[in-house]
């Protein structure tokens, strides 16, 4: 692997995104080498955001793909990191 592709994907409705988030996520499951979620979470309440984390295996314009469907969706904001090594 030349690079490291990083996506992080923020949903500000998990509620209501997360089906529609998921779905994207497992079209491009073979390309997603590891997935990270993360919120907020206490005894009496579970956050309506969200942060999940993506490196993305081969081909960047698979990862740039899945970034315009996850970016399409409104509440959800999308990122990406490339990190070469030289």
Same mark, same amino acid.
């Given at each position: 692997m030349d690079k490291h592709i990083i996506l992080g994907i923020h949903v500000t409705d998990r509620v209501s995104k997360?089906?529609?988030?998921?779905q994207i996520l497992t079209e491009y499951g073979c390309s997603i080498k590891t997935?990270?979620?993360l919120h907020e979470v206490t005894e009496t309440e579970c956050s309506p955001r969200g942060?999940? &984390?993506?490196?993305?295996?081969?081909? +960047?314009?698979?990862?740039?793909e899945m &970034?315009?469907?996850l970016s399409a969706i +409104?509440?959800?904001d999308v990122q990406k990191m490339v990190f070469g090594h030289n």
């Open positions: 997360a089906g529609q988030v998921q997935r990270v979620g942060l999940i &984390l993506l490196e993305v295996c081969g081909a +960047e314009a698979t990862a740039d &970034l315009g469907k +409104e509440g959800v």
